[in-house]
């Protein structure tokens, strides 16, 4: 039997960059919105854990894997002057394409859910679909 779970919105802040890009080259930040999350599964998980899922992003650095040593540098020098900050690395650069992968592997990570789909928006207007199930990201 497949369950299916639903929320309407869920909304984190995270900061990003895209170098060489002219304007997006700069870290900035964005509010981003998860519209019509639909997760399936094949038993019980609570609502809680998606909206967990959503918490874990909030208020992150999401950072190219390809630049994690120039990060832990910059990490450990804020440390010495007890100033946090909290990193999520991406595959690949920091668009909104792939911070919809790495949500989907969130999602998917959680035991039961087999299925997921959702819009992302990167401020107000761009955004992209997703829908992916567990053998589309690498998971068997």
């Not at 998606?50 to 450990?76: A, F, N, S, Y």
């Not at 991406?90 to 859910?113: A, Q, R, S, Y």
């Amino acid at each position: 039997m497949v369950n299916v779970l639903k929320i309407r919105t869920l909304v984190f802040d995270s900061a990003h960059y895209i170098k060489g890009h002219p304007k997006c080259g700069s870290v900035h930040g964005h509010t981003y919105t998860v519209e019509n999350l639909r997760v399936e599964t094949t038993k019980f998980v609570d609502f809680e854990k998606l909206k967990i899922v959503i918490e874990e992003i909030d208020h992150l650095l999401l950072v190219p894997r390809e630049d994690d040593v120039v990060w832990e540098r910059v990490c450990g020098i804020l440390a010495d002057y007890n100033i946090g900050l909290k990193i999520l690395y991406i595959d690949g650069p920091t668009i909104v394409e792939n911070i919809k992968k790495e949500l989907c592997k969130l999602f998917l990570g959680l035991p039961g859910v087999q299925k997921v789909s959702f819009d992302l928006y990167e401020g107000l207007n761009s955004g992209v679909a997703v829908s992916e199930r567990v053998r589309d990201i690498g998971r068997s």
